[in-house]
């Protein structure tokens, strides 16, 4: 496991950084990673496509990145390319199709991933749709099959009003899911889906190890900005892990 990632998962501040799954826009990735880089993230989520890894590992080369991908033979070609994980996720495409990922589905593909790389640092996302109770059944399934950490989601509404009741109410799934499998499992949780800046302490309180920040910067335009957004982030992260 890449040095950086493992610290930040033994003291609970990973902030992963998410640049889209669907977005194979390279100068767009690249603008996102750099900013990143230098607030200081952990590390870069980005599409499973070889070039764009390629990309990010040339101008970035000290960024870790994770590619998340719902088809496990993607992520062999981004391994060779650099990539320092994977991560089995992206369900948003499958649930815009009307399609429930079930529990059978998780453990069809991370077997499948596993039969190709078996040792490659491995995170899944456990799908919102699932109830509690099975959600808690997955992550000791995935504890069984290899799976090195765990990412919550819930389900993302986007808003042209900035309400930040409207925010917590569409984090709620997120953070239920969060709560329960960082004091239930033995794995690291990840938390994410919709959190900003004003909610992003939240889910280090539910003992979560990390979380997850794409929509907080989906809609900035620069680097400056993208960069300013995410040290905010960093820095009272950083802040609470010093009071605590």
């Not at 391994?79 to 320092?84: E, F, L, S």
């Not at 960082?182 to 889906?193: D, G, H, K, V």
């Not at 900005?225 to 010093?242: D, G, R």
Request: aromatic share 6%.
């Amino acid at each position: 496991m890449n040095n950086k990632i493992e610290n930040c998962l033994k003291q609970k501040t990973v902030i992963k950084v998410i640049s889209g799954l669907n977005n194979f826009n390279q100068s767009n990735v690249l603008k996102i990673a750099k900013a990143a880089k230098k607030a200081n993230c952990t590390f870069i989520d980005i599409a499973a496509a070889p070039k764009l890894v390629e990309s990010v590992k040339k101008e970035i080369p000290d960024l870790p990145i994770c590619v998340s991908a719902i088809k496990p033979e993607l992520f062999v070609d981004c391994i060779k390319m650099g990539a320092d994980l994977i991560e089995i996720g992206n369900f948003d495409s499958l649930y815009n199709q009307g399609y429930k990922i079930s529990f059978k589905d998780i453990i069809c593909l991370v077997k499948k991933t596993r039969l190709l790389l078996p040792n490659t640092f491995l995170s899944v996302t456990i799908p919102y749709l699932l109830p509690l109770n099975i959600q808690l059944e997955l992550a000791y399934r995935l504890e069984d099959l290899n799976v090195n950490l765990i990412q919550t989601e819930g389900k993302i509404i986007s808003s042209k009003y900035d309400d930040s009741n409207l925010n917590i109410e569409n984090i709620l799934p997120t953070l239920a899911s969060t709560y329960l499998l960082a004091n239930n499992s033995n794995l690291p949780i990840i938390c994410a889906s919709g959190l900003s800046l004003e909610t992003s302490s939240i889910p280090f309180q539910l003992n979560a190890s990390g979380i997850g920040i794409g929509t907080a910067i989906s809609k900035l335009k620069s680097e400056e900005q993208m960069y300013e957004a995410l040290n905010k982030i960093y820095l009272k992260i950083n802040n609470q892990v010093l009071i605590n």
